[in-house]
């Protein structure tokens, strides 16, 4: 570089790296694509965002379809001094110390976190991060008698039979996780772990916990069979969003996570992020980049890379906070915009082996977020002069560097280490980036409409299969196509999907079988 574009690099770090010195979080735009004028240009949208994300903070109708509240950046302040808080924490500790045991008395070991979504992936994120990947009886959480921590978070039979194989049920803790309490791959896997613990002569609501909202079919459920216990969680609160409330905490607390500083870092962030200088507020300036980079469209993808194994879920955290929040059909005037942000991610130094090459040479329609941890885990010397930790940030700037040199662009931020602090304050970043951006482009960032249609289409295709499974029973043996089928069950326009029902039959019942017939590029199916 020459010097005079050197020195406009250095100025450009300076100017637009914004720091909290004491927890040494920092963020650095200096590496996208922006102008002064064009952060001037936003001024107008600055202030709407400041605006409605005091209403939000203000408790104010902020979710107009559902007519909610949006309160988890006002109700983390709050919740450390709050009895439900103390109430998880004392139930915690009884399991911790042997007082609340299973049925057979022997002290819990593990605790299945049941939930999918927003009920799963921050209590991933934070047990990966936190943790580690290895749990053994050696590390210091299994010593002092926090629990091992495994999810279902899919309805899955794989997933199911791979935890029924290491689980101990009688010293396993089941946490069921739903906000509306009737998510059914959730309560799929509840259905089937009853079903285990009475095949085992086991008391499942002795081994039992539910975290949902009051008056829920898990509610109802979890009380009418007197569970061990069930927290409550708020109305107001998003499942994407949930990770500082009830959701991450009993997680947490059950593991020697140590949820109160976590809470802190994510209220340090809160106040940061309610700087009035739009320039040295990072969630605006944050979602200001996002917005200049993808022209208000979202056209261009946000890579996630932490340079850092222990933060390799963040990518799938963010995927649905961003992408659920973001993408949506309609604007809050009900204009058609179909906007959103594409996110995905892994970790730094491993990606460069998988998707850089893309990134460096090929489609420029991205900018990347590097996160750097600066503390090394371990000092493990590779040569005189360069060790472990070296490497991984050689290739972290090498990387960086060669990326800018083709013109890409990047964010990034750096953290001293991955603590629950650190992790308070980057949820709490990202989740009022995403309020904040919200208001740039006009869209409700707290429901999800499209996840409706999903929900709607899979009961249509479990209602076509009751039916033409009862026909075909009726009929009492049959043979031929899918096209011959679905006409005899008296569905003759669902040939496609009853094809793909009898597939799946024909490799689970031993009534269905099929032959592929090589003629016809057909399979032909037996049902006794
Ligand atoms: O917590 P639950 O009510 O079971 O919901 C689990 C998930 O369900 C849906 O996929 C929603 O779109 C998510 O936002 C939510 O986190």
């Known amino acids: 570089m020459r010097p005079e574009k050197m020195n406009n690099w250095i100025e450009r770090n300076i100017e637009y790296t914004l720091v909290d010195a004491e927890s040494q979080f920092s963020i650095d735009f200096a590496g996208m694509k922006f102008s002064p004028a064009e952060l001037d240009a936003l001024q107008p949208k600055f202030e709407r965002a400041a605006r409605e994300m005091g209403r939000i903070e203000a408790g104010e109708i902020k979710n107009p379809d559902e007519k909610r509240k949006v309160t988890h950046f006002s109700d983390r302040k ?34 299945v ?59 396993t803790l089941h946490l069921v996780i739903s906000k ?131 933060l390799i879920l963040l990518s799938r955290y963010m995927q649905q906070l961003v992408m659920e929040s973001l993408g949506k059909e309609l604007d809050l005037d009900g204009r058609v915009v179909h906007q959103g942000l594409n996110v995905f991610g892994n970790k730094g130094g491993t990606d460069a082996h998988a998707f850089i090459q893309q990134l460096n040479d090929g489609r420029d329609d991205f900018f990347a977020t590097f996160i750097e941890v600066l503390k090394d885990a371990e000092k493990l010397p590779i040569t005189d002069s360069t060790d472990m930790g070296t490497y991984l940030h050689g290739f972290l700037e090498g990387l960086s560097a060669a990326l800018r040199g083709k013109g890409r662009q990047i964010i990034t931020i750096r953290v001293p280490q991955v603590s629950e602090l650190e992790l308070g304050m980057l949820i709490a970043l990202y989740e009022r980036a995403v309020a904040i951006y919200a208001e740039f482009i006009n869209i409700n960032a707290f429901h ?81």
Request: proline residues 4%; charged residues 25%; aromatic residues 8%.
């Open 180 to 310: 509306s309490g009737g998510t059914q791959e959730t309560k799929n896997n509840m259905i089937a772990m009853e079903e285990l613990y009475a095949a085992r002569k086991l008391s499942f609501p002795k081994h039992a916990a539910a975290i949902t909202m009051k008056g829920s079919e898990l509610d109802r459920h979890a009380r009418g069979s007197n569970w061990l216990a069930v927290f409550e969680m708020a109305e107001s609160i998003g499942g994407r969003t949930s990770e500082t409330s009830i959701v991450g905490h009993v997680p947490a607390a059950l593991t020697g996570v140590k949820f109160g500083r976590f809470l802190e870092g994510a209220c340090r962030m809160d106040e940061w992020t309610r700087t009035a200088d739009p320039r040295k507020n990072p969630a605006m300036m944050l979602a200001a980049m996002w917005y200049i980079a993808g022209e208000g469209k979202g056209n261009r993808n946000m890579v996630i890379v932490p340079y850092s194994d222990r």
């Open 113 to 171: 976190v049941n939930g999918i979504g927003g009920s799963a992936l921050g209590p991933q994120l934070m047990q990966f991060a936190i943790n580690g990947p290895y749990w053994n009886e050696k590390t210091d959480a299994a010593r002092n008698g926090y629990l091992k921590l495994y999810f279902l978070d899919n309805t899955d039979s794989a997933e199911f039979a791979d935890l029924s194989e290491v689980m101990d049920p009688e010293t």
């Open 78 to 111: 709050v919740y450390p001094q709050s009895e439900l808080f103390a109430s998880v924490e004392a139930f915690a500790e009884q399991v911790r110390s042997g007082k609340i045991t299973g049925e057979t008395g022997r002290k819990f070991e593990a605790v």
């Open 448 to 528: 999800q409409p499209g996840v409706q249609s999903y929900k709607l289409a899979a009961k249509g295709v479990l209602a076509l299969r009751e039916k033409v499974m009862a026909k075909l029973a009726e009929l009492g043996g049959i043979t031929g196509t899918a096209i011959e089928i679905a006409e005899k069950a008296g569905c003759p326009d669902d040939a496609v999907e009853v094809g793909a029902l009898l597939d799946k039959a024909a490799v689970n019942c031993p009534a269905v079988s099929r032959k592929f017939c090589e003629k016809s590029n057909q399979w032909v199916y037996t049902v006794k």
